[in-house]
T-cell receptor, first 114, second 115 residues
Framework: DSGVTQTPKHLITATGQRVTLRCSPR?????VYWYQQSLDQGLQFLIQ???????AKGNILERFSAQQFPDLHSELNLSSLELGDSALYFC?????????????FGEGSRLTVL | AQKVTQAQTEISVVEKEDVTLDCVYE???????LFWYKQPPSGELVFLIR??????QNEISGRYSWNFQKSTSSFNFTITASQVVDSAVYFC????????????FGGGTRVLVKP
């Protein structure tokens, strides 16, 4: 158990819909990262937050947005969903983004868009 | 740009055989970190090891060992006497300070250990 909690574990929805994925980082971790794992793109970095502020952005679509709340949990919002958005979405956390430490990953949220 | 290449997409071995997973990385930074993660069939990503760019000492942990060579930009991973439970996808990853610690992953190597 990494200590990172993601909900929901599985989600099935239709094209055009909007979903929200939630992540609670490990206790004490200030930094949260979102990754997308799809068959054709592998593990892709989406976005990083540190103590409520956006720190780095990767290949995140404009239809996607995220935020980190004062209690440090984070949400990833995916809107106008397309079939290609079907993937496993991981959240990870770390203590200090400058320290080069390992990221601890949640179990992922598997999104299926029909 | 930072890049991690795992040339082997899939390796199949029989139990008790050794298996070595290759990882080659590219980065212009002098301070960087290398990682290996395991993704078993259940799907979670499990941290295995972290190495910083200034520490080329090889490491052994049980049946796992890692060989870091800056001269060839490689960070290879060997599983000795493989077991069925080692069947998983293994990812090599790179991070560097300037990027706020985000990981750049290789494409992964699927290891299948047959009994």
């Amino acid at each position: 158990d990494s200590g990172v909690t993601q909900t929901p574990k599985h989600l099935i929805t239709a094209t055009g819909q909007r979903v929200t994925l939630r992540c609670s980082p490990r206790s004490g971790d200030l930094s949260v990262y979102w990754y997308q794992q799809s068959l054709d793109q592998g593990l892709q970095f989406l976005i990083q937050y540190y103590n409520g502020e956006e720190r780095a952005k990767g290949n995140i679509l404009e239809r996607f947005s995220a935020q980190q709340f004062p209690d440090l949990h984070s949400e990833l919002n995916l809107s106008s969903l397309e079939l290609g958005d079907s993937a496993l979405y991981f959240c990870a956390s770390s203590v200090d983004p400058q320290a080069g430490g390992e990221l601890f990953f949640g179990e992922g949220s598997r999104l299926t868009v029909l | 740009a930072q890049k991690v290449t795992q040339a082997q997409t899939e390796i199949s071995v029989v139990e008790k055989e050794d298996v070595t997973l290759d990882c080659v990385y590219e980065t212009r930074d002098t301070t960087y970190y290398l990682f290996w993660y395991k993704q078993p069939p259940s799907g979670e990503l499990v941290f295995l090891i972290r190495r910083n760019s200034f520490d080329e000492q090889n490491e052994i942990s049980g049946r796992y060992s890692w060989n870091f060579q800056k001269s060839t930009s490689s960070f290879n991973f060997t599983i000795t006497a493989s077991q069925v439970v080692d069947s998983a996808v293994y990812f090599c990853a790179l991070s560097y300070k300037a990027a706020g610690n985000k990981l750049t992953f290789g494409g992964g190597t699927r290891v299948l250990v047959k009994p």
